[in-house]
């Protein structure tokens, strides 16, 4: 043999044959369903006891609720807000790190991250088993509807969809608004993440809940089971409980309800809609495997077809196209 490629093949399949056999073939998810109040350190300290809870019935990976550090402040525009904002690495990444790091398992943390002066973003730190952050990802599709405005205090993410290596395997944190969009789940799904985690705030206007509140909560609970089955890919979403008040205004009813889904839409473990809790379930990549072996919607993709994806609205045929 002459030259070092060779060797360097034999070494890539031996690296990737390591990889794989790393990658356990069933892992658990741990969920911190949450209050969440004015005090950042108390709501810190309730996210560190929730991750230790969830270490103890064996998650490997535990996401906490978006914004958990704060009540959700987008109910009203005020600046004064943008103190809470921290970088990343910061306070909540320097806190849970050691915690992963003894647990030896991932964090998915949301943060309101402060970039530069008058540069904030709605952001998730994926803290791995190390205690070292192993990638970040920011809030693509940002929301502006009464009580949730949240164009006031975040700029658009810009580090795209991502499938983020932890010590299970690849997982893709998405963020709130961005479980309406299916764009989003099947782009982490082709980057190969095996599970979604969905950080969340969402719940009822008091004066709506008694007419919408079933239909609003089935609409958010179907649209992501519908990820799971289309993507063939565990779902996993946690949301936040308790009534919140900005000071005038009914404020908005968080209904926690967080959930996990299987690879066939199937609810595998759910929580209430008014309690704080930690929900675990099983993610069994093999069932991944069967699941998408036998409904191949991955491989019968047109992706010769769908160029008018990219477009704000397509036209009527003759009157063209436009952004």
Same mark, same amino acid.
């Given at each position: 043999?002459?030259?070092?490629?060779?060797?360097?093949?034999?070494?890539?399949?031996?690296?990737?044959?390591?990889?794989?056999?790393?990658?356990?073939?069933?892992?658990?998810?741990?969920?911190?369903?949450?209050?969440?109040?004015?005090?950042?350190?108390?709501?810190?300290?309730?996210?560190?006891?929730?991750?230790?809870?969830?270490?103890?019935?064996?998650?490997?990976?535990?996401?906490?609720?978006?914004?958990?550090?704060?009540?959700?402040?987008?109910?009203?525009?005020?600046?004064?807000?943008?103190?809470?904002?921290?970088?990343?690495?910061?306070?909540?990444?320097?806190?849970?790190?050691?915690?992963?790091?003894?647990?030896?398992?991932?964090? #998915?943390?949301?943060?309101?991250?402060?970039?530069?002066?008058?540069?904030?973003?709605?952001? #998730?730190?994926?803290?791995?088993?190390?205690?070292?952050?192993?990638?970040?990802?920011?809030?693509?599709?940002?929301?502006?509807?009464?009580?949730?405005?949240?164009?006031?205090?975040?700029?658009?993410?810009?580090?795209?969809?991502?499938?983020?290596?932890?010590?299970?395997?690849? #997982?893709?944190?998405?963020?709130?608004?961005?479980?309406?969009?299916?764009?989003?789940?099947?782009?982490?799904?082709?980057?190969?993440?095996?599970?979604?985690?969905?950080?969340?705030?969402?719940?009822?206007?008091?004066?709506?809940?008694?007419?919408?509140?079933?239909?609003?909560?089935?609409?958010?609970?179907?649209?992501?089971?519908?990820?799971?089955?289309?993507?063939?890919?565990?779902?996993?979403?946690?949301?936040?409980?308790?009534?919140?008040?900005?000071?005038?205004?009914?404020?908005?009813?968080?209904?926690?309800?967080?959930?996990?889904?299987?690879?066939?839409?199937?609810?595998?473990?759910?929580?209430?809609?008014?309690?704080?809790?930690?929900?675990?379930?099983?993610?069994?990549?093999?069932?991944?495997?069967?699941?998408?072996?036998?409904?191949?919607?991955?491989?019968?993709?047109?992706?010769?077809?769908?160029?008018?994806?990219?477009?704000?609205?397509?036209?009527?045929?003759?009157?063209?196209?436009?952004?």
């Amino acid at each position: 043999m002459h030259g070092s490629e060779p060797w360097t093949t034999i070494e890539t399949h031996v690296f990737c044959w390591a990889m794989a056999k790393a990658t356990k073939s069933r892992f658990r998810v741990g969920l911190v369903q949450m209050a969440c109040g004015a005090d950042p350190a108390k709501n810190l300290r309730r996210a560190v006891r929730g991750i230790q809870e969830a270490a103890n019935k064996g998650a490997a990976v535990v996401c906490l609720p978006e914004l958990f550090a704060s009540t959700y402040f987008c109910q009203r525009e005020d600046a004064s807000i943008f103190d809470l904002a921290e970088p990343i690495p910061g306070p909540i990444t320097r806190t849970l790190g050691p915690v992963a790091r003894k647990a030896r398992l991932a964090v #998915v943390a949301p943060i309101f991250e402060r970039r530069a002066a008058g540069v904030y973003y709605n952001s #998730v730190a994926v803290i791995g088993g190390d205690g070292k952050i192993a990638g970040i990802y920011r809030k693509m599709h940002i929301p502006d509807d009464p009580g949730y405005y949240e164009k006031f205090y975040f700029t658009p993410g810009d580090l795209g969809f991502r499938a983020i290596k932890t010590n299970v395997g690849p #997982v893709a944190p998405l963020i709130c608004w961005d479980q309406w969009f299916p764009e989003a789940a099947r782009l982490v799904a082709l980057e190969g993440a095996n599970v979604i985690f969905y950080p969340t705030a969402i719940g009822w206007h008091p004066h709506e809940k008694e007419r919408y509140g079933a239909a609003q909560r089935d609409a958010w609970k179907t649209i992501q089971r519908g990820h799971a089955i289309a993507n063939g890919i565990y779902v996993a979403v946690v949301n936040r409980v308790g009534h919140e008040k900005p000071g005038e205004g009914a404020g908005i009813e968080f209904w926690g309800s967080s959930f996990i889904a299987d690879p066939q839409g199937v609810v595998i473990a759910e929580a209430s809609p008014d309690r704080e809790e930690v929900l675990i379930a099983e993610v069994d990549l093999k069932h991944l495997e069967d699941i998408r072996r036998n409904w191949p919607f991955l491989r019968d993709r047109r992706i010769d077809a769908y160029q008018g994806i990219g477009h704000r609205f397509l036209e009527a045929p003759g009157r063209g196209k436009t952004d």
